[in-house]
Every structure is written in C-alpha cells, then in structure tokens.
T-cell receptor, first 115, second 115 residues
Framework: DAGVTQSPTHLIKTRGQHVTLRCSPI?????VSWYQQVLGQGPQFIFQYYEKEERGRGNFPDRFSARQFPNYSSELNVNALLLGDSALYLC??????????????FGPGTRLLVL | AQSVTQLGSHVSVSEGALVLLRCNYS??????LFWYVQYPNQGLQLLLK??????LVKGINGFEAEFKKSETSFHLTKPSAHMSDAAEYFC?????????????FGTGTQLKVEL
C-alpha cells in the first residue's frame, strides 16, 4: 500500500505570494495533520482534520489555513508568505482520532523556500 | 501544556557501541510517548511508541525505550550502533486538544556513528 504522499516535493516562492501544499493520506485513514519543521528544530503542529472538520489548530497566524476533502486528502494554504515560512511541511495521517492511541504516519514533506 | 526535552542535540558513538538518546517529558496526564527517526531529506518514521501496559517498548531496527514515570523519562537505546543508524531522532508526546490530538516534539538529537 502507498504511504502518505505529498506534493510538490520542493517549492520556491517569493515574499507575499501564496502557496498550496497537498497531501493524500494512507488509504482508509480519515485524519490528516499538518506540521511545520524549520531547519534545526522539531516539527510544530499546525492543523488536524478529521472527517473534513478542523479538530485542532496550533499557534500559527491566520495566514495559514487548511481543508480536507471528501476523499480525505488535504490542502494547506499559506498566504502572504514571509521569509520565516521557509520550512519542511509535513503531513501525517492516522486511521481515526481514537483517543490518541492512533499512530500518525508521516509523508516525505514539501520543502518550501521563500525568497 | 505538555512538553518534551531532548538532552544533547548531537550524540556521537562508535559503530558497535551502545546508543542512548535521552528524552524527558512534562505531562499532567498519563502520556502517550513516541520516538521518530528522520533520515536526511525525508519525513519521519515511527520507531516505537508507549501508550499503556509494558513500560519497556521494543521498536524497529533493534531500538527500545523504557517509560519511567518516576523520572518522567522515555530514553531510547540500542545495544550496538550501526552506520545506518546515523540520522536525527525525535521524541514526542501526544497532547489532546479538545476535539483532537497533536504531537509535541522535542528539538531532536542528531546521531553520528563513527567507524
């Protein structure tokens, strides 16, 4: 079975632009989470979606938004890009919320560079 | 809020030597704890997890970790390091966000294995 897939793998944007990152979860997984990993740091939680509803939001500005589609894939949108948005964006999927015991499986990430 | 502290941002061992990566957590509720590994330019791969039950958890690639509530620790060990173990290792704690849950990561430990 295919794992979590993300597209694109790499992206270069300039300040002020908008970006859309995409994630397809493992087949049958209904929960998708997004994390930002700045170079040299651990991943930071951005959003969690389950059954197309937002179930959690991290400490990120409103420039960050996301949605989940009926097929459980997800998009992360970032508006008005800043240099500090340069990072590896990771998507993780899990079967369900299930009280937190569910393992989150991570995709390879999208590396975003903002110039 | 829950948090994770990884002592030592860089650890260097000789091939065949014991690997010990330290993780301490802060949690007001019984924690779910995870270790993930990240190889260069890749996403995160789950090594092992502790939810409930046996406090000594065995994972992939010969790694294991022991949950010690009294010490609020979840250190990762491997008896004999291999060159292929060189990577960055992240400890994480599951935090519940009301309607969902998220992983809170430590800052990571870069493991170097020398001949």
């Amino acid at each position: 079975d295919a794992g979590v897939t993300q597209s694109p793998t790499h992206l270069i944007k300039t300040r002020g632009q908008h970006v859309t990152l995409r994630c397809s979860p493992i087949s049958g997984h209904k929960s998708v989470s997004w994390y930002q990993q700045v170079l040299g740091q651990g991943p930071q939680f951005i959003f969690q979606y389950y059954e197309k509803e937002e179930r959690g939001r991290g400490n990120f500005p409103d420039r960050f938004s996301a949605r989940q589609f009926p097929n459980y894939s997800s998009e992360l949108n970032v508006n008005a890009l800043l240099l500090g948005d340069s990072a590896l964006y990771l998507c993780a999927s899990s079967l369900a919320l299930a009280g937190g015991r569910e393992t989150q499986y991570f995709g390879p990430g999208t590396r975003l560079l903002v110039l | 809020a829950q948090s994770v502290t990884q002592l030592g941002s860089h650890v260097s061992v000789s091939e065949g030597a014991l690997v010990l990566l330290r993780c301490n957590y802060s949690s007001s509720v019984p924690p779910y704890l995870f270790w993930y590994v990240q190889y260069p330019n890749q996403g995160l791969q789950l090594l092992l997890k502790y939810t409930t039950g046996a406090t000594l958890v065995k994972g992939i690639n010969g790694f294991e970790a022991e949950f010690k509530k009294s010490e609020t620790s979840f250190h990762l060990t491997k008896p004999s390091a291999h060159m292929s173990d060189a990577a960055e290792y992240f400890c994480a704690v599951r935090e519940f966000t009301g309607g969902g849950n998220k992983l809170t990561f430590g800052t990571g430990t870069q493991l170097k294995v020398e001949l």
